[in-house]
């Protein structure tokens, strides 16, 4: 069961999409003030693609930087998904010295804490179960069905709303407007962890945030990512998991 109540169980052995056992060799790194971090898991490739810059330009944005996560549908080299018109949602969080933002689009998701692990703010999931998303597709004319393990998808294809690159599908049903969300920088607003959904799959916003603030004084923050991945595929994650943990304060 997944942490929002919808079932993520999956049939790996009859589905070429999955191996037989998880890839559990991790790609890690960190530097002053983040880590990233991104593992294959279950699934027979890693669909996520990640990018930052710091500074985001040594002339007009010196004290700006952006972080960003791209998961792909179904394949490997996402920048030529994209290119060949196969999609892709995005999560990215651009910080500023006096503002944080996330541009959010479908499925992956972005959350600030405090020191002591209170979610301070997170982004929405463009799913379709969600009744805004849900709403608006269908006054596009789109419809959401059931598949397989009771699975919500748009037009029997996809299980995200809104997403980068799907132009088979109504531009206007799956749609490529993100949303944009805004937070005022202050003292109470320590780490941002932007992580694909094969974190938010089996883990909540509560979660994912006392996990990493429990384990904050005791590790870097690389191993806290490696020990989160472990920790969602204990849980029956069947996704690639790719996720920033960036110090703020």
């Known amino acids: ?23 559990t060799e991790k790609e890690l790194f960190s530097d002053q003030s983040f880590a990233f971090g991104t593992m294959q898991g279950w699934r027979s490739s890693n669909e996520d693609f990640h990018k930052h810059k710091i500074p985001l330009d040594e002339n007009l944005a010196k004290n700006w930087a952006i972080f960003s996560i791209f998961d792909g549908h179904n ?4 920048r030529e998904l994209i290119k060949d018109h196969i999609g892709s ?55 959401i069905t059931r598949v397989g393990n009771d699975i919500l998808r748009v037009e029997s294809q996809l299980a995200m709303t809104r997403a980068l690159g799907d132009y088979s599908l109504d531009k206007n049903i799956v749609t490529a407007i993100p949303e944009l969300i805004q937070y005022e920088r202050d003292s109470s607003a320590e780490y941002i962890i932007i992580a694909s959904d094969g974190i938010w799959d089996v883990m909540s916003n509560e979660q994912v945030a006392s996990f990493v603030s429990q384990r904050i004084s005791n590790t870097t923050l690389e191993n806290i990512i490696s020990q989160l991945f472990d920790q969602c595929l204990k849980q029956e994650s069947s996704d690639n998991m790719t996720a920033y943990i960036i110090k703020i304060n």
């Open 1 to 23: 069961m997944s942490a929002n109540g919808q079932s993520n169980e999956v049939d790996k052995s009859s589905d070429k999409l999955y191996l037989d056992k998880p890839s």
């Open 89 to 143: 949602v995005c999560i990215a969080t651009l910080i500023s010295p006096e503002k944080i933002f996330f541009i959010n689009l479908g499925d992956s998701r972005g959350i600030i804490i405090s020191n002591d692990g209170k979610v301070l703010i997170s982004t929405k999931d463009h799913k379709p179960n969600v009744q805004k998303e849900k709403e608006r597709i269908r006054r596009a004319g789109g419809r």
């Open 75 to 78: 394949d490997t080299n996402l």
